[in-house]
């Protein structure tokens, strides 16, 4: 059986977001038992205790549940969603049976408990133990059963186990950061690894005996291309069956010939993390001065090609009940207000223009992902709005292993976003502790009053107090500016138009097999 999957007007919400790119499909000669996908990044690990495809978007492993269309979870490796005893505290997940790893033996409790285990473990390098800091204990009372006792009730809990679940025989004894695992991974998921090809490709194929039924499409490829506009021009040229794309290069693909385009709506941002330690970058006037210097609108319409929204937080607006509407206003620049807050806080005008204040000159650096177009062009209208009121902005464009080291020195541009639950954007994004660790908290922000608000939050199972405690700690972070929200995006999907069983939904930042093809296992070939 495969996956249920509610309805909710699927068909509706795919002509709504669909816009057809001409041609007929009927004449297109190529196999539709296998794809070629283009995407941006490649991951660093095949091991989802590493942090590999978190949330579900994965097609190697399943987690005890997934998300519909709706977002909503919906049994995977569990037979059903979890029975939780009425502290919250106590979390009891019955396994499916039948389901068996790629190589054909039994998923058992054991896995699962393996699993988390290893996430928590201290000695495991892994980004996601912030996100299971509620679990006390896991185990298995028998091979079915897998029990979570919980430090405290943590709302959002069963939301959180979609990690996908490795096998504990191939790991355990090992060192989970180095194991060959990593590169040559065993899951229970649709699709099993063929080969990884660093720096290119990702191949897989069809696991014939999976628990949702076998996929129709055998074969799918994961080329990794970095940079836009050589996917735009690979898939233009029948190299790749479907790609994503920044808005302002699919629009200038014109009309493709036997092809389908999604414009996904997401909960991805795109903000400057400022480093709270920084002599110009940490000085609350000037990240004021740069939020309201920087015109939001003004890059909607020439970057993005009116597709996406302005961002004033981490919470996008479309977040329904969780989004603090206190913080909506215009995506227009305010040159002249953010000149007055700069003349008021001392940081007078030199004379090349730029503003300095007890002989420290109003610069700083601002890294971006080299290849990445988007993010380049942002940074750059950012540093031309907030040069126009005296903040000299330096841009480099860099690889994630030259970030890495300068992240809490410098600025970035930055982009994530979560649209599952505030938590997994708010707490990770925000919460003291974790500055330094990862990518969490890549400004080392850090404000006792937002900590305590972000742990209450996550710690009640009341949804009107969490909905209290989350606008709360926005308005703060607000108040603050740890971050400059630029703008939530849609993300632009080209898909040959070979295949039926497209279900759009809300994404996150993360692309990997989210998207338009989340639930790429159960499309079919066109008639």
Not at 221 to 226: E, L, S, Y
Not at 247 to 266: F, M
Not at 296 to 318: E, H, T, V
Not at 377 to 392: E, P, Y
């Amino acid at each position: 059986m495969r996956r249920v999957l509610t309805g909710i007007g699927s068909a509706a919400l795919v002509g709504a977001l669909l816009v057809g790119c001409g041609g007929s499909p009927g004449t297109d000669t190529r196999p539709t038992d296998s794809i070629i996908l283009g995407v941006q990044s490649e991951p660093d690990t095949l091991n989802p205790v590493l942090g590999y495809a978190v949330e579900g978007a994965s097609k190697i492993y399943d987690g005890l549940v997934a998300y519909d269309e709706k977002l909503e979870p919906v049994p995977a490796l569990a037979e059903k969603l979890p029975q939780v005893s009425p502290d919250g505290r106590t979390v009891t997940f019955t396994l499916r049976q039948g389901v068996t790893f790629h190589d054909g033996t039994p998923l058992t409790a054991d896995d699962v408990v393996f699993t988390y285990r290893a996430v928590l473990d201290e000695k495991t390098d892994s980004t996601l133990r912030p996100a299971y800091a509620a679990i006390n204990e896991v185990s298995a009372p028998d091979q079915r059963t897998v029990v979570f006792n919980l430090k405290y009730p943590y709302a959002p809990f069963v939301k959180r186990t979609t990690l996908g679940i490795v096998p504990a025989k191939l790991l355990a004894g090992q060192d989970v950061n180095t194991a060959p695992f990593n590169q040559r991974p065993i899951g229970t998921g649709p699709y099993r690894v063929e080969s990884w090809t660093a720096g290119e490709k990702l191949v897989l194929t069809a696991n014939e005996a999976y628990w949702g039924g076998a996929p129709a499409i055998k074969r799918v490829t994961m080329a990794f291309i970095a940079d836009d506009n050589v996917r735009a021009a690979r898939l233009r040229s029948g190299e790749l069956d479907g790609a994503v794309l920044p808005a302002k290069i699919a629009d200038g693909l014109g009309e493709l010939s036997g092809h389908r385009r999604w414009d996904n709506p997401t909960s991805d941002y795109r903000m400057i993390s400022m480093p709270m330690n920084h002599p110009v970058a940490g000085d609350l006037a000037i990240r004021r001065a740069v939020d309201l210097a920087v015109d939001r609108d003004g890059m909607l319409r020439a970057l993005l090609n009116g597709q996406g929204k302005p961002a004033f937080g981490l919470i996008s607006p479309d977040a329904g009940q969780w989004f603090d509407p206190t913080l909506t206003r215009s995506g227009a620049a305010d040159a002249a207000a953010a000149t007055k807050l700069l003349d008021e806080a001392g940081w007078t005008v030199g004379g090349d223009g730029i503003r300095v204040r007890a002989g420290q000159r109003a610069k700083f650096t601002l890294m971006y992902p080299a290849g990445d177009s988007l993010r380049k062009d942002l940074a750059t209208a950012a540093a031309s709005d907030v040069r126009k009121v005296g903040i000299d902005v330096e841009l480099v464009g860099l690889d994630w292993a030259g970030i890495n080291p300068r992240l809490g020195r410098d600025a970035v541009l930055f982009g994530s976003g979560s649209p599952y639950d505030p938590d997994f954007d708010l707490y990770d994004s925000l919460y003291s502790a974790l500055g330094g660790k990862g990518y969490a908290n890549p400004g080392r922000y850090a404000n006792p009053a937002v900590d305590d608000l972000l742990d209450r939050a996550r710690a009640t199972n009341d949804t009107n107090e969490r909905v209290r405690l989350y606008h709360e700690a926005q308005r703060k972070v607000a108040a603050d500016l740890p971050n400059i929200g630029l703008v939530f995006l849609r993300h632009t999907f080209i898909v040959r138009d070979a295949w039926t069983g497209q279900l759009p939904r809300t994404e996150p930042h993360d692309h990997g097999f989210n998207g338009i093809w989340w639930n790429l296992e159960d499309w079919t070939p066109r008639r």
